[in-house]
Every structure is written in C-alpha cells, then in structure tokens.
C-alpha cells in the first residue's frame, strides 16, 4: 500500500484550525512529513518502545504501549514500519470466525483482521526513547494480517501461550517532537504475566491509585476515517486529576495541556472527534490501565473554573476500562523528572474556589500600596483596589485566600522550548497568597499578605519601592468553608491550630473573630530561627486574646534569637527549643471534643494525618 501523499500534503484538518484560530497561533506550514523518511527509521531501531493506538473490536479508540528493547520498531521497507513484540494472548481462534483475545484492546483489535474501507486498519504509532528523552510519531494503516507466532510447543488450544507478533504499518506520515515534559527513564525488558484485574466502571481503588502516581500516560485520538494520532503527555505525578468516580456522576478525568509546539494535533482531533483512547503505564510495577472514552477542549475561562492555572485542559469522560496486573513487558527506573514539569494543579473542587472566580473581563485591579519587611525573607504587602474600581466594596471572609495574576508584568510570551528557565515555559504567574488580614480591619479594599520570598512573583513584590507603581489583576477570593473557625462544629469544645512558617496566615486573619465568638483558640505553631521575628510579629497582635501559644523553635539562635525568644516567653508564649512531637499535639485539648485546624509543610502535615487518626482534622493547603 502506497502513503496516501494528496492527503498528508494538505494543510491543517477543520480540526487543527479550529483550535489555531481558539488561540490565535499565526499560520505556518504543517510540518508533518510523508511517508517514513530513512533517517527516522534509523533512529526508531534503536528506541525500546511503541505506542500504538487504533479501533478495537468495541468500536472505541484505544492505546498500547509496547517493546522494552531496541528493535521492537524497525523500517521494514519504504515507508513501512515493522513492530515486533512478544506477548501473551488468552485465546487463539479454533473456528473460522473466532478471535483472538486477550488483555490488551487495541492487540484484540489488530488481531480481529476486520477492514471494513478496504484501505487497512487505521493505526497511529509513537516510538519512544525516554532514556535520551526522544519520540516520533507516526500515522497510517495496517498492512496486510498480523503474524503471530508461537514460541512453545503446547497445543494451539492452550490458553496464555507466548507468542511473537508482528504489525507492519503503512506510514502517511511522520513528526518528530520535542523533549519537553518527558520524564528520562531507562528501559528494561521483563518477562510479565498478564492478568485482567477489572473491565468494569467506576475505577477501582487500584486504578485512581495508579493514576494518582503517573507522571507519563499516552492518548491516542482520530480524524475521523481519515487518520489517527498518538502522543505522550509526561507532568509530575498526580498532574491527571480525577474529577469524578461513581454511579451517578460518571468516570471523568481532567488534565492540563501544557505549552508546546502549537501544533495541536490531538487537541484538533478532539475538536472534531471526540474518541479517545488513554494508557497509564506504571515503570515500577507493570501493571497498566487502559481507558476509552470521549474528551473536551476547555480554553481560557472553562479550564480555569475546572482547573485553575490552566489556560487549556482536557476533560475526558470514560466509557471503558482495562486494568492489567503485570502487563508491561518491560519495567523503567526513574533517572531524572523532565525539568519542564510545572507544579500539580489541583482541580476547583478540591481547593473549594470555584464559586468566588469572575469572568476574566470582570476581574479587578489591586495596587501595592506598603510594604513591611519582617525577616531577611517574609514581608507584608498591602494592596488597595482605587476608589471607583467597584461600585460595591470587595468583600471576603476571614481565613479566604486571594489569587493574583502577575502575568502583565512577568509572562514573556510563547516560546517552544526555554532551557535556560524552562520553569516559567508554562508558569502562568497565578499566585493564590492566603489574606492576613481581618475583613475590613484594615478600611473596606484594603487587604493584606505576608509571603515568604520564593519565586519570580515574590521576587517581583519585594523589589517594589514606595512611589512605584504595581497594579495586579485580582483573579478572585476563595477557599473552602470547612477550613474556617468560624465553621467549628458546635460539639467541639477545644479548637487547636497546627501551623509551620509562613503557614501561620490563616491564624493571623481569624484569630481575633474566633476569640470574640467564644472559641478555645490554642495555637501549636513550629518555627525556625531565622523566622523568630514573624513569631514576634504575629504574637504581638493576638498576645492579649489570653489564647494557649506554643512556638516550636528549630535551628540555630544567635544572640539577636535568644533575645526575640525572651520576647515570646514575655508576650504569654510558650517556647521549646525542638521540634513539634505527637504528645505535644495531643495533649492539647479533649480527644472527641477537639478540632485541629492543619496548614503545615508537607513532612508535618504527613505525621500530623498519622498521629491524629480518626480525628477531626481540617486542612489547609501550604503548597498552591
């Protein structure tokens, strides 16, 4: 079968520029190559993994990933790839009519040997070589049947029998890609044993488990009849969200797109056919979970309200599922996470700000109008919204955060690659600081944060000199109720407040409203030497509400320290010079009586979830 070179020679598919136009990307060449030229081939023998993508015998869209070694692809003949791989395969068809079957769709859909144009089976390929962080892509249509050899010698009845395939394709067209978001690992074959754990809907424990550790899942998506696609998306672990899991509400995963190359190949596809087929390899374990279903493209204001800091995300609602024990015939040790890997993003839902977010076009403008040094590192800032910018006072609530959007003055525009700073490539410049101050204390518009110096929005607010100007965009106000004090259930008698650092903000914005509503306020508060000044700050403001203070003090004190500790111990603050344990935390208060409100590092906020299980415990996240 010859490429068909009239189709891959077109421009861009309706698709890809309807999402060109969406966002505004200025018009180039597609830059896809017919055919398979030769210097491709070469470099695909020596990669260790395939990806494929095709319709399975169900009529969905499905992926694989295959290989472990150099060699699975190689260029067989003028634009034709050869894939060799072993596997194992549940059945072996006895009659005239039967089929193969197995753990893996889209081998089962290979395997059917059905062509319904005449034209072969549509397949799209991706080869893979994470270890020198490489990949190309591939889309055409099987050639020929698919040979399948046995290895052993037991009867051709005989279930889960080893065998030798191999898939010829032939290729319309290929595309190199970047090395962005892929996450270096060395590839080892493995002899696996695959085992078919569950096909049904909604995801098992294990499956949202597998999910919420992949840092790697490949997508395949169509044009139609006309072509297929397949790609690799890598992120930190968890970068997938799982926005909901049951009966009523359906399977449905929700994940950022990342800046690229601004092609838009999957996401045209999507666009104009919404069929997906989504893989989960898991490097350690070799189990896989395979998924089919039906995605959205969310731009600007409908990503944001799913999942915030996200200019474009994809939302896919799940119609099948294969979860594999032990399916990967090969196993990968992690070397080095890719360095464009942005931060997780959570979903709306889980932080609890959907409902405060106003349209882009609403949004407000805030100006930085002091600024308070208090350590070598943490400064307060107050911000004002001008007189006029509302016709109503902006309002919030004690312990609510603010999300500010410093892009106008920090975004750098696109660029395809940025290995000088390859973190600020997908940085939006969305910071979401928690208030640290009351509602209204401070004059109605008027609010305040105090943040520790991290980063370029941070670096930007503590070069800002009185009399300069720095107006901000005020994204909006949000935070979940069940974090605030004021939301103590009326059973609990004792609230304690855990806290580490700069994670002491949301104390700082109720403690007064807590104290005046009749609350028993203690405070556990852990806090290096070189912060003991923001100790003194905070205690000097809430020292007279007759509230328990515990300061937990790490690190070194120098003379300046021993001072500003003597200074606590006088502000009616208890100090110990160590560091926060489960008996200081659970002694405080009544066990069945109590409520602890947690914003702490990560390490803490762990031991805290294991000292105090079964407890009421609130959260508030230190990392967004």
């Not at 899991?245 to 995963?253: H, P, Q």
């Not at 919404?274 to 350690?284: L, M, W």
């Not at 409902?355 to 400064?379: E, G, M, Y």
Request: glycine share 8%; aromatic share 6%; charged share 25%.
């Amino acid at each position: 079968m010859q490429p068909d070179y009239d189709r891959v020679l077109s421009e861009w598919h309706p698709g890809e520029e309807a999402m060109h136009r969406l966002l505004q990307v200025p018009y180039e060449d597609n830059p896809t190559a017919p055919g398979l030229p030769a210097a491709y081939g070469l470099w695909m023998s020596q990669s260790p993994l395939v990806a494929l993508g095709t319709i399975g015998i169900d009529g969905r869209v499905w992926t694989t990933l295959l290989g472990g070694a150099p060699g699975t692809a190689t260029a067989a003949a003028d634009s034709v790839l050869r894939v060799k791989f072993q596997t194992r395969l549940e059945s072996r068809p006895a009659e005239p009519g039967d089929r193969w079957t197995g753990t893996d769709p889209v081998l089962e859909g290979l395997l059917c040997d059905e062509d319904t144009d005449g034209r072969g089976r549509l397949v799209s390929g991706l080869v893979i070589d994470l270890e020198h962080r490489g990949r190309v892509k591939i889309a055409g249509r099987l050639l020929g049947g698919i040979m399948v050899e046995r290895l052993t010698k037991t009867p051709p009845s005989e279930a889960d029998e080893p065998v030798d395939v191999e898939v010829n394709v032939a290729v319309d067209e290929t595309l190199g890609n970047c090395p962005k978001y892929l996450n270096k690992r060395v590839i080892t074959p493995y002899e696996s044993s695959p085992q078919l754990i569950t096909d049904s809907l909604p995801l098992s424990a294990e499956a949202i488990a597998l999910i919420g550790r992949s840092d790697t899942f490949l997508i395949s998506s169509r044009h139609g009849d006309h072509s297929m696609d397949t790609n690799i998306r890598g992120g930190a672990p968890g970068f997938v969200r799982v926005f909901s899991n049951s009966e009523t509400e359906g399977v449905t995963l929700v994940y950022p797109e990342y800046s690229g190359n601004r092609l838009y190949q999957t996401l045209g596809n999507i666009t104009s056919d919404r069929a997906v087929g989504v893989t989960f390899p898991d490097f350690d374990t070799g189990d896989v979970l395979y998924l089919a279903g039906r995605a959205e493209v969310l731009i600007g204001d409908a990503a944001q309200s799913v999942l915030p800091h996200s200019n474009i995300a994809v939302r896919i609602e799940i119609e099948a599922v294969h979860l594999v024990r032990d399916g990967l015939p090969f196993r990968g040790t992690l070397l080095d996470p890719s360095p464009y890997n942005p931060p997780v993003r959570r979903l709306a839902r889980e932080v609890g700000d959907s409902s405060q977010q106003p349209r882009s076009a609403d949004r407000l403008v805030a100006s930085l109008i002091h600024k308070l040094p208090i350590t070598p590192t943490i400064s307060r800032y107050t911000f004002r919204f001008p007189p006029g910018e509302s016709s109503t006072p902006v309002q919030w609530r004690a312990g609510q955060h603010v999300s500010l959007d410093f892009s106008d003055r920090l975004d750098r525009g696109w660029s395809h690659m940025r290995d000088h700073d390859p973190s600020s490539l997908n940085d939006d410049f969305i910071r979401t600081f928690t208030v640290s101050s009351e509602p209204n204390a401070l004059g109605s518009n008027v609010f305040e944060i105090t943040v520790r110096e991290h980063g370029p929005v941070t670096r930007l607010l503590s070069r800002w000199t009185p009399g300069s100007d720095l107006a901000v965009t005020v994204v909006g106000f949000g935070g979940e109720d069940d974090t605030r004090y004021a939301n103590t259930q009326p059973d609990a008698d004792d609230v304690v407040v855990v806290a580490s650092g700069i994670g002491i903000t949301p104390f700082m914005a109720q403690a007064h409203a807590a104290h005046e509503s009749g609350l028993s306020l203690t405070l556990l508060w852990s806090v290096r030497a070189e912060d003991l000044p923001l100790a003194v700050d905070v205690i000097e403001q809430v020292g007279q509400l007759g509230m328990a203070i515990t300061v937990f003090l790490t690190g070194h004190l120098d003379t300046d320290g021993d001072a500003q500790l003597r200074t606590l111990e006088q502000l009616g603050a208890r100090t110990h010079t160590r560091r926060m344990t489960e008996a200081d935390i659970k002694a405080v208060g009544r066990v069945g009586r109590r409520q602890f409100y947690v914003c702490t590092t990560p390490p803490l906020h762990d031991a805290v979830v294991e000292w105090l299980a079964g407890e009421d415990i609130r959260f508030e996240a230190f990392d967004y």
